[in-house]
């Protein structure tokens, strides 16, 4: 009697073939022009992510050293940026607000692998982090987490749950130490109306 195969090659691909020969040609890109280019150029990066399907605002800085995987999975607001070594597994949907500064080593990864079955299948979602968000050096956001509005995530904590909006989030697993701004004061900062 054979032996059954645990893994079956080719299950659980997050990508069509379509999806995948435009991945190479993303990879050939970033390889020969947006890891090249000088850091004062941040606008040609945003135009190489942007023809490849990535929906990027206005005045936004992208090191040429941030890795973004899948430009089509990505989604960036006005006046935000993403230091250098930033790595973005976007597999999943990945969406950030305006005036979000995300600091050097942060991992951004919404996908992941589900355990339990013999395919070892993509089970990819979202991660989300709203307007006015600062994520410290070497911090990581897992799947499924939404960071809330002008919060801060330290550097090396690990959020694996939501973060509410104003807070400050430091540890691993991330735990809440308290608010940003005072509340009284957070109101009159706050992007939309109470």
Not at 55 to 78: D, E, H, T
Not at 121 to 138: H, P, Q, R, S, Y
Not at 146 to 158: D, E, M, N, P, Y
């Amino acid at each position: 009697m054979e032996k059954e195969l645990w893994f079956k090659p080719g299950l659980g691909s997050a990508f069509s073939r379509g999806e995948k020969i435009k991945l190479l040609i993303w990879r050939m890109v970033d390889f020969w022009l947006f890891q090249p280019s000088l850091t004062i150029f941040s606008p040609w990066r945003v135009f190489l992510l942007r023809l490849f399907g990535a929906r990027i605002g206005r005045g936004c800085y992208i090191s040429p050293k941030a890795k973004i995987l899948v430009p089509w999975n990505f989604q960036m607001g006005n006046y935000s940026s993403l230091d250098d070594y930033v790595y973005m597994r976007t597999t999943g949907q990945i969406i950030i607000g305006d005036y979000v500064s995300i600091g050097m080593y942060v991992h951004i990864v919404p996908g992941g692998h589900d355990i339990r079955s013999r395919g070892f299948e993509n089970n990819a979602t979202f991660v989300k982090i709203e307007d006015g968000v600062f994520l410290g050096a070497d911090s990581f956001v897992g799947r499924g987490v939404t960071i809330g509005k002008f919060s801060v995530l330290g550097s090396r904590a690990a959020a694996y749950k939501d973060i509410p909006e104003n807070s400050v989030a430091v540890g691993m697993p991330a735990k809440v130490i308290g608010e940003r701004i005072p509340h009284d004061e957070y109101i009159k900062y706050r992007y939309s109306v109470e």
